[in-house]
């Protein structure tokens, strides 16, 4: 274990009592979907906040031969991403990658990334606050009662501030969802463009709160409904315009302020997502085409207005 | 023509506190559209009584049977899940403090809009158009629909409490001290409005307060309590007009002086 640098560690940092406590939560947590199980949360080498009880579920279910992908805001190059992923290749030894299709564990902060996921793919959230009533209802024992009985009228009051104050539902992110008809739940606060994408997933998602201590999960291919009124139904964002580097119409983008004179562009969040659209072009002939458009970018900031254009 | 069956039925309830007695042996049937009153001086069990018999506590000892919509319930014996969905459909309870029964930090009409919530409606415009008619009923001016608790008078509060209350059409209502906190003209306007309201809709309601005029005003039945305990009953006019027993004559005596 030497040459790995691995010395004084165990496997993934955590001991494996630990992981075993934590992977008993985490079977509980996937019979009962969208449930959220307390676990004995262990100080991690990051602060709160930062994703230890994402870190932990990833210690706890990492193997030998898993590649691991980390991202936080859709990209990979963040230093969230960076170091979690930098952590893990150290501790335990592991590949890891910024490609989603190789991943077979993906760390997320805040997105789930715009290629659909596979079977035997594992997300892993890191999650502030596991409790969707949280705001609304701060005594926990009534939150735990309402959970009980299935008793989420709170909610829809929420919702209903929301289009009482602006007109419709403002919620952007950490859109409160139905897991399997039964359990209320925080997504994490991913863009509620995420949302539709964990209605039956392929792949297995877990969730970790490391500051709160709680782990909840959803099964693969397990129904999960965003809330809504019959007349204001629950409805993802859109873009006018297209990211400026791929083209991209349907992924989630962020905008970004380009010079001091207020011109912004639009770009993916999700940087895998975005260089895999470009790929062929970078390495094709059309790479000619995307560097005068990344330098008009530059010069003047327009590019929201007129995406390159590709020939197909 | 059949006789109507009560609506809630009260027998041997007893709540202690440790060594303490809350309320002990307590016995009583509310019939429907009827106004049951609970006098007594403070510290007697009203409040305890009334938790229990609404749900909210647990008694020691005894029964409480309601005569649900659908059918009879030992509010006790039935599952809570049960019990919740009784307190939310056919319970309604007005606290003395408005802003224990209200949540301060959302607006008027989700207040009103709440319960309705919770009992499945999912269409906004519904759920909004009956805030504005409960508003308008218990005289807000509707326009305050979107503003916060915290910006009304303490008046308005108890009517914003009762609206909130009454929305989902609750058979029963229990009061506690509802009127107690408000100055003499505001008590005034809120009084007329349950008579009001208890008429229109039919409701029975069980009235917990230590002023005697309130309960003239309100209740057709009275129930004395001392000590956690029920010391006389009977129609409002005979309990305040003759009381038989020697702390209700001392009652009547110091607090009605007309």
Same mark, same amino acid.
């Given at each position: 274990m030497t040459e790995t640098g691995m010395e004084g560690y165990n496997f993934a940092y955590l001991d494996e009592q630990t992981k075993r406590m934590i992977r008993r939560a985490i079977l509980k947590a996937v019979a009962i979907p969208g449930h959220q199980v307390p676990f004995g949360s262990r100080e991690m080498p990051l602060p709160y906040g930062w994703g230890t009880g994402g870190i932990q579920l990833t210690a706890s279910i990492l193997g030998a031969d898993d590649v691991l992908k980390v991202i936080d805001q859709g990209a990979d190059d963040t230093s969230n991403a960076v170091s979690i992923r930098g952590f893990f290749a150290r501790t335990a030894g592991i590949k890891t990658t910024t490609k989603?299709?190789?991943?077979?564990?993906?760390?997320?902060?805040? #997105?789930?990334?715009?290629?659909?996921?596979?079977?035997?793919?594992?997300?892993?959230?890191?999650?502030?606050?596991? /409790?969707?009533?949280? *705001?609304?209802?701060?005594?926990?024992?009534?939150? #735990?009662?309402?959970?009980? +009985?299935a008793e989420y009228g709170l909610m829809y009051v929420k919702l209903y501030e929301d289009i009482s104050r602006n007109g419709h539902i403002a919620t952007a992110f950490d859109y409160p969802v139905m897991v399997h008809r039964r359990y209320l739940m925080s997504p994490s606060p991913i863009p509620k463009f995420d949302n539709p994408k964990m209605d039956r997933m392929p792949a297995l998602q877990l969730f970790g709160a490391g500051r709160e201590k709680r782990i909840y999960a959803v099964p693969p291919y397990t129904r999960v409904k965003s809330l809504g009124f019959e007349d204001f139904p629950f409805q993802v964002e859109r873009w006018r315009e297209c990211c400026a580097i791929c083209g991209s119409r349907e992924s989630f983008l962020d905008e970004v302020i380009v010079d001091d004179r207020g011109a912004r562009i639009f770009v993916c969040s999700d940087t895998d997502y975005c260089s895999e659209r470009c790929e062929p072009i970078h390495s094709g002939s059309q790479a000619a085409p995307l560097r005068e458009h990344l330098a008009a970018i530059e010069r003047e900031g327009q590019a929201c207005k007129r995406p390159v254009q590709f020939s197909k | 023509m059949q006789a109507p069956s009560p609506i809630l039925e009260v027998t041997g309830l007893t709540r202690y506190y440790g060594r303490r007695v809350g309320c002990e042996a307590v016995q009583f049937t509310l019939w429907p559209g009827e106004v049951l009153g609970i006098v007594g001086e403070s510290g007697s069990g009203k409040t305890t009584l009334l938790n229990c018999v609404s749900g909210r506590l647990e008694p020691s000892g005894g029964t409480v049977l309601y005569h649900s919509r659908w059918g009879l319930v030992d509010l006790y014996q039935t599952p809570e899940a049960n019990r919740r969905l009784l307190m939310r459909t056919e319970i309604g309870l007005v606290r003395q403090s408005a802003r224990e029964g209200l949540r301060m930090r959302v607006s008027a009409g989700a207040n009103i809009g709440e319960n309705l919530m919770a009992n499945g409606q999912r269409c906004y415009g519904r759920i909004r158009e009956q805030a504005l008619s409960w508003l308008e009923r218990v005289e807000i001016d509707p326009e305050r629909i979107d503003d916060l608790p915290t910006s009304f008078s303490g008046g308005m509060l108890q009517r +914003?409490?009762?609206? #909130?209350?009454?929305?989902?059409?609750? #058979?029963?209502? *229990?009061?506690? /001290?509802?009127?107690?906190?408000?100055?003499?003209?505001?008590?005034?306007?809120?009084?007329?409005? +349950?008579?009001?309201l208890v008429s229109e809709l039919d409701l029975s309601v069980v009235l917990v307060t230590h002023d005697l005029a309130v309960a003239r005003l309100l209740a057709n039945r009275l129930l004395v309590m001392r000590r956690g305990q029920v010391i006389e009953s009977g129609l409002t006019d005979q309990v305040l007009d003759d009381p038989q027993h020697p702390y209700t004559q001392l009652l009547v005596s110091s607090i009605l002086q007309n």
């Amino acid at each position: 274990m030497t040459e790995t640098g691995m010395e004084g560690y165990n496997f993934a940092y955590l001991d494996e009592q630990t992981k075993r406590m934590i992977r008993r939560a985490i079977l509980k947590a996937v019979a009962i979907p969208g449930h959220q199980v307390p676990f004995g949360s262990r100080e991690m080498p990051l602060p709160y906040g930062w994703g230890t009880g994402g870190i932990q579920l990833t210690a706890s279910i990492l193997g030998a031969d898993d590649v691991l992908k980390v991202i936080d805001q859709g990209a990979d190059d963040t230093s969230n991403a960076v170091s979690i992923r930098g952590f893990f290749a150290r501790t335990a030894g592991i590949k890891t990658t910024t490609k989603t299709r190789q991943a077979t564990i993906i760390q997320t902060r805040h #997105r789930i990334p715009e290629t659909p996921l596979r079977e035997g793919q594992i997300i892993v959230y890191q999650v502030p606050i596991p /409790e969707p009533l949280r *705001f609304l209802e701060p005594s926990e024992p009534q939150t #735990r009662r309402a959970h009980a +009985l299935a008793e989420y009228g709170l909610m829809y009051v929420k919702l209903y501030e929301d289009i009482s104050r602006n007109g419709h539902i403002a919620t952007a992110f950490d859109y409160p969802v139905m897991v399997h008809r039964r359990y209320l739940m925080s997504p994490s606060p991913i863009p509620k463009f995420d949302n539709p994408k964990m209605d039956r997933m392929p792949a297995l998602q877990l969730f970790g709160a490391g500051r709160e201590k709680r782990i909840y999960a959803v099964p693969p291919y397990t129904r999960v409904k965003s809330l809504g009124f019959e007349d204001f139904p629950f409805q993802v964002e859109r873009w006018r315009e297209c990211c400026a580097i791929c083209g991209s119409r349907e992924s989630f983008l962020d905008e970004v302020i380009v010079d001091d004179r207020g011109a912004r562009i639009f770009v993916c969040s999700d940087t895998d997502y975005c260089s895999e659209r470009c790929e062929p072009i970078h390495s094709g002939s059309q790479a000619a085409p995307l560097r005068e458009h990344l330098a008009a970018i530059e010069r003047e900031g327009q590019a929201c207005k007129r995406p390159v254009q590709f020939s197909k | 023509m059949q006789a109507p069956s009560p609506i809630l039925e009260v027998t041997g309830l007893t709540r202690y506190y440790g060594r303490r007695v809350g309320c002990e042996a307590v016995q009583f049937t509310l019939w429907p559209g009827e106004v049951l009153g609970i006098v007594g001086e403070s510290g007697s069990g009203k409040t305890t009584l009334l938790n229990c018999v609404s749900g909210r506590l647990e008694p020691s000892g005894g029964t409480v049977l309601y005569h649900s919509r659908w059918g009879l319930v030992d509010l006790y014996q039935t599952p809570e899940a049960n019990r919740r969905l009784l307190m939310r459909t056919e319970i309604g309870l007005v606290r003395q403090s408005a802003r224990e029964g209200l949540r301060m930090r959302v607006s008027a009409g989700a207040n009103i809009g709440e319960n309705l919530m919770a009992n499945g409606q999912r269409c906004y415009g519904r759920i909004r158009e009956q805030a504005l008619s409960w508003l308008e009923r218990v005289e807000i001016d509707p326009e305050r629909i979107d503003d916060l608790p915290t910006s009304f008078s303490g008046g308005m509060l108890q009517r +914003l409490q009762i609206a #909130r209350n009454l929305v989902t059409q609750p #058979r029963i209502v *229990f009061m506690d /001290e509802p009127t107690s906190g408000l100055d003499v003209s505001v008590q005034a306007k809120l009084l007329d409005l +349950l008579r009001c309201l208890v008429s229109e809709l039919d409701l029975s309601v069980v009235l917990v307060t230590h002023d005697l005029a309130v309960a003239r005003l309100l209740a057709n039945r009275l129930l004395v309590m001392r000590r956690g305990q029920v010391i006389e009953s009977g129609l409002t006019d005979q309990v305040l007009d003759d009381p038989q027993h020697p702390y209700t004559q001392l009652l009547v005596s110091s607090i009605l002086q007309n």
